[in-house]
């Protein structure tokens, strides 16, 4: 004759209860020491009592595999953070593309090209940049000569 399958389910009985949790916790503690020595696992199992005792086991130190679960859950953790610094990277790296694009877009414009996408005000100002920026050219051109013929009378007047 086998054994009855009995549904899983709370045990109303109290009694019953305590002495199917005594019985369960010593099968399941012989099966993790079966586990341990057939398999040469570190097996530890912590477990509470309904009344709150402790019964523990562990087929090595209970804190060295405690220390070992602890420093595992931290570097399975760890992958979450490089996967938020990628997103913020990526939105970075987009910005940063659409910054280029643009830069691109108005030196295309400065040289005279893709000029067809701007209206009357838009080569307006693209036409007072190029004024401001050839001054600024005309500026230092005329600093630089000025400096070299300054140079140049300077050498003038030692010979």
């Known amino acids: 004759m086998g054994r009855e399958k009995i549904k899983i389910k709370k045990i109303d009985n109290v009694m019953a209860r305590r002495v199917t949790f005594s019985k369960r916790r010593r099968g399941l503690i012989k099966k993790a020491q079966e586990l341990s020595v057939l398999c040469d696992a570190d097996v530890s199992l912590i477990i509470f009592s309904a009344t709150g005792k402790l019964y523990e086991f562990s087929s090595s130190s209970m804190e060295d595999t405690l220390t070992?679960?602890?420093?595992?859950?931290?570097?399975?953790?760890?992958?979450?953070?490089?996967?938020?610094?990628?997103?913020?990277?990526?939105?970075?790296?987009?910005?940063?593309?659409?910054?280029?694009?643009?830069?691109?877009?108005k030196l295309r414009q400065m040289k005279g090209e893709d000029l067809e996408r701007l209206d009357v005000e838009g080569l307006r100002q693209l036409e007072k940049k190029l004024e401001a920026g050839l001054s600024l050219v005309i500026k230092t051109e005329e600093e630089r000569a000025s400096t070299k013929i300054n140079e140049l009378q300077g050498k003038v007047r030692v010979h």
């Open 68 to 105: 070992r679960y602890v420093l595992h859950s931290n570097i399975v953790e760890k992958p979450v953070q490089p996967c938020l610094s990628l997103q913020k990277d990526s939105s970075n790296l987009e910005m940063l593309r659409k910054e280029v694009n643009d830069k691109a877009y």
